[in-house]
């Protein structure tokens, strides 16, 4: 992963970025993963080419031709940050309407075990979800305790001062990567 810039930022920010890099760098078979507000805005993520992936489409979704997979591996859905974030405010969104419907509480967790991969997602506090993209061989335990261990330790910064704050940042170097040219 290619540690995004957290210069500027306050330290309760650098910090989620912190931890964000070392659940990805901790856990063998993380693919990508992203902070997802309650609104389904992008907060923070592993994808070193989200800002290019988002400047380039102007919605944050790949832009046709690019390749969707890096390094021989896959690299997330369609290769985009922004892809997960969408997908996992989507399920957010159903088991939350699911919860409801069948009257159980509150949705902790949920994990998709697919063919090639699996997706897990996790309230982190007031709406916000953290959803992890893992290769097919990935650990599902380890990655849900590393998932509740960032939970435990972003939940109680996660404040809205915070989300506009790394909304504002990811908005700032997608920009600053657009009018550079670079991916990152």
């Known amino acids: 992963m290619t540690a995004p810039s957290t210069f500027g930022l306050s330290s309760e920010a650098r910090n989620l970025h912190w931890l964000l890099t070392n659940l990805v760098e901790e856990v063998p078979g993380i693919l990508s993963v992203a ?7 992008l907060l923070l993520s592993s994808d ?7 400047t380039d ?7 046709p031709g690019a390749p969707a997979v890096r390094a021989g591996k896959r690299a997330g859905p369609r290769g985009s940050a922004a892809d997960l974030a ?10 939350v309407g699911a919860a ?4 159980y509480g509150q949705v902790r967790h949920t994990m998709v075990a697919m063919d090639e991969g699996s ?7 007031d709406g916000s979800l953290l959803g992890v993209h893992g290769s097919a061989d990935v650990d599902m335990s380890v990655v849900a305790y590393h998932m509740a261990l960032f939970v435990g330790r972003a939940g109680h910064v996660l404040t809205p001062e ?10 700032k170097t997608a920009l600053e990567n657009k009018s550079t040219g670079s991916p990152r």
């Open 86 to 95: 969408t997908v996992v405010s989507g399920i957010g969104s159903l088991t």
């Open 57 to 63: 489409s102007g919605e944050g979704a790949r832009t």
């Open 48 to 54: 070193p080419d989200l800002a290019k992936a988002r």
């Open 119 to 125: 997706l897990f997602v996790m309230s982190i506090s």
């Open 100 to 103: 409801k419907l069948m009257d």
């Open 162 to 171: 915070l989300r506009s704050e790394l909304r504002m940042s990811m908005e």
């Open 35 to 41: 902070v997802v507000s309650s609104d389904g805005l």
